[in-house]
């Protein structure tokens, strides 16, 4: 089993950067792919964007190209997410979550998730 915990969500104004984290503990190595994921009240979860543990390969959304950086720290078994130019549309709840098998970009085919951290972009 794996544990995650994300943090870094926090209110910050448009145009503002945040970095979010996920600390990852237990059978880290069940897994070669960690993704990102948003999800606003009422929505279905969103893929933003996922990284590989092994060689720091980066995916990436739409929604998140040029401006949010997805990568890895084997050491601290941590991942993290740097988003920059934040928009009002980028308020909601950051998941991060273990691949396990299929499209990366769908929430069914990632297996352990975190609680969430919260990202609030004020206009």
């Known amino acids: 089993q794996v544990q995650l915990v994300e943090s870094g969500g926090e209110l910050v104004q448009a145009g503002g950067s945040l970095r979010l984290s996920c600390v990852a503990s237990?059978?880290?190595?069940?897994?070669?792919?960690m993704g990102w994921f948003r999800q606003a009240p009422g929505k279905e979860r969103e893929f933003v964007a996922a990284?590989?543990?092994?060689?720091?390969?980066?995916y990436y959304a739409d929604i998140a190209k040029g401006r949010f950086t997805v990568a890895a720290d084997n050491a601290k078994n941590t991942v993290y997410l740097q988003m920059n130019s934040l928009k009002p549309e980028d308020k909601t709840d950051y998941y991060c979550a273990t691949h396990y098998d299929g499209d990366l970009r769908r929430e069914r085919s990632y297996l352990y998730w975190g609680q969430g951290t919260q990202v609030t972009v004020s206009s």
């Open positions: 990284v590989n543990w092994n060689d720091g390969s980066p």
């Open positions: 237990g059978r880290t190595d069940s897994s070669s792919l």
